[in-house]
């Protein structure tokens, strides 16, 4: 009986590691965490998930082969004809655990103990030669007895668990990278650029005077997902990652049974930088941009996004678990520089001819990443026109991809947001790209929000102030959530129903270089070195092109500046950033094409 225990229990154990080193090299593929240095890293799941077959795997066999080895000792006194041959182990049980395999889900299997210690009974019942002596009625009570102690703890905790919660919503997220509002025809734009977004500011609620909290990705994305200020998280270099202790919506979200993902192009989000905190699967720009560095490409397979996120999300939705809900993050960084847009995009909306020839001396490098487009146009015409054109073929391919989420039930009762991380510049203060400033054509973002197929006004427009770190708060009140107490911002369904009073009184944006507090009327940009103070008369001056003598400041403005400068203070580094990560070469030349430069 030792002989017989020790080497039954050594197959099931050894059996149970194979499947959960499968099923653990499984779930980290699809967490692509591999690379990642946490407790949940692809690594991690593959060793608790080994460790976890192994350890139960074993006490299946052990639990059959000392009840069996008891039925065979009890019946061992009555002669029996000499057993057949009994199959080759290995063979049978590698055929029914490849029989098992594509029946057991990877995430049911692994919470289920019982499962496991039901693989270790099959394997140790498959491959001993007692079937031919207890017989199958001995094979089935054998089973019965082992698993009855489980059995009997399941049904104890099934009496005391909770009622299931009804289904929640799913939630779609779309964040269009660098798309300034006032070139969108729902915010009273010339040119048609953007159908789809038309169609859902119809079926949904537009926010007219949304702000992002910062002019960078890198610190407006963590203020989103985190709901908090961006003095809070503290991110603001190339290198910062995200602050341990920040929590994400995602996070919220998987911890009520969400399942989440990410596709996330820009350099400036790479999981070295720990943006992925929440997500079951976070696809970065080396998945989604693979010929980025392949200069004999053309711009425009270099640089496209929305067609890879698109394929690789619709393949993800298809193999998702249907019974519980999801949560995408689409980062589209389509409309993003060097603007090359596919054809006939690039001339859709081109100029005939230069008409505003840039400066020369106004960069801060004299390579600019943006000005390596074809034919080297120095007009802003042509990089306005090729811009509109990204917009446009961005928006037809949003056309066409929740047509796609449609047809597969994703948008039944979903949730559905829109929005920008920050804006553009066009030489309307003398720059380009964006993270120099902080005036609007940088913080002013289109935000769209649907729900299907009720519970939202059908074209709503809200004319309050809001900024970006609203939205996760307004996500989880519209799926029935609390939002968390690290979350700073508030949630719009308030506004949105038209149950709440006026919105905020001010916003607060900030850059590398800059802070600012915006009001309805007045702007107060703070410089960070300098502590140089510039103020705005929005009501007169929308267009922010004259800063108003020192001098000439309405108390009102003061009272702003101070405010502003105590909202820094009071926020600033409740959650460290992170330790820097450096750049390598091939990070450095991607920024850099994107108009990154220091």
């Known amino acids: ?11 099931a154990l050894a059996v149970g590691a194979v ?4 099923l653990g090299v499984q779930q980290g593929d699809a967490n692509a965490y591999a690379t990642l240095d946490l407790a949940h890293t692809g690594a991690a799941l593959v060793w608790d998930a080994a460790r976890a077959g192994a350890l139960l795997g074993g006490l299946g066999g052990a639990s059959a082969a000392s009840l069996l080895a008891a039925l065979r000792a009890r019946d061992s006194a009555a002669p029996r004809a000499p057993p057949a041959p009994p199959p080759r182990a290995c063979s049978s049980s590698a055929h029914d655990a490849a029989m098992l395999g594509p029946a057991l889900h990877a995430s049911r299997l692994f919470r289920d103990p019982t499962a496991w210690v039901g693989l270790g009974l099959v394997v140790a019942l ?6 031919a002596r207890v017989g199958a009625r001995g094979l089935v009570a054998a089973t019965l007895v082992a698993l009855a102690p489980l059995a009997s703890a399941r049904i104890e905790l099934a009496r005391t668990a909770p009622a299931p919660t009804p289904r929640r919503p799913n939630v779609i997220v779309v964040l269009l990278d660098a798309l300034r509002a006032d070139h969108l025809t729902a915010y009273g734009y010339t040119r048609d650029t953007a159908p789809f977004v038309d169609a859902l500011a119809a079926d949904g609620v537009l926010f007219e005077r949304a702000f992002s909290p910062a002019n960078t990705t890198r610190m407006s994305v963590p203020s989103f997902l985190g709901s908090v200020h961006a003095a809070t998280h503290g991110i603001r270099g190339r290198g910062d990652q995200a602050p341990p202790a920040l929590l994400l919506l995602p996070e919220v979200l998987r911890n009520a049974g969400y399942q989440t993902a990410a596709w996330m192009p820009n350099p400036s989000l790479e999981q070295r930088y720990r943006f992925y905190y929440g997500f079951d699967a976070y696809y970065d720009g080396d998945r989604i941009l693979p010929h980025a560095e392949d200069e004999s490409r053309p711009a425009h397979e270099r640089w496209e996004t929305a067609r890879a996120i698109q394929g690789s999300a619709l393949a993800w939705v298809q193999v998702r678990d249907r019974d519980r809900p999801v949560f995408l993050y689409l980062h589209y960084r389509q409309i993003h520089g060097p603007y090359a847009p596919p054809p006939p995009y690039d001339t859709r909306y081109a100029p005939p001819e230069p008409a505003r020839p840039f400066p020369r001396g106004i960069f801060r490098q004299p390579d600019y990443g943006y000005l390596r487009l074809p034919h080297h146009r120095n007009d802003v015409g042509y990089y306005v026109a090729q811009y509109d054109g990204a917009i446009r073929y961005t928006s037809d391919q949003l056309t066409a991809f929740f047509a796609a989420l449609r047809a597969e039930g994703m948008l039944d009762d979903a949730l559905v947001v829109l929005m920008a991380d920050h804006g553009e510049a ?10 120099d400033t902080l005036f609007d054509e940088l913080v002013h973002v289109p935000l769209l929000l649907l729900r299907t197929p009720s519970g939202t006004p059908r074209g709503r427009r809200v004319a309050e102030l809001v900024g970006l770190v609203d939205v996760a708060p307004t996500v989880l009140d519209y799926v029935g959530l609390s939002a968390p107490p690290t979350f700073q911002g508030r949630s719009l ?10 919105g905020a009184d001010v916003v607060f944006l900030e850059g590398p270089d800059a802070i ?4 309805s009327r007045w702007k107060v940009i703070v410089d960070r070195a300098s502590d140089a103070t510039q103020v705005y008369d929005l009501a007169a001056d929308p267009g922010e092109q004259h800063a108003l003598p020192a001098d000439t400041w309405p108390p009102e403005t003061h009272v702003l500046a101070r405010r502003l400068r105590a909202h820094v203070a009071a926020h600033a580094q409740i959650l460290a950033a992170g330790p820097a990560t450096p750049l390598d070469a091939a990070q450095r030349r991607r920024l850099e094409a994107l108009g990154y430069v220091d």
């Open 1 to 11: 009986m030792p002989t017989t225990l020790l080497r039954t229990t050594l197959l």
């Open 126 to 131: 498959l491959a001993e030669p007692w079937r």
């Open 426 to 435: 066009f030489l309307e203060h003398g720059t380009l790209n964006h993270s």
């Open 493 to 502: 369904r308030p506004l949105i129903e038209g149950t709440a009073g006026p």
């Open 19 to 22: 499947v959960g080193y499968g």
């Open 516 to 519: 600012a507090v915006r009001t």
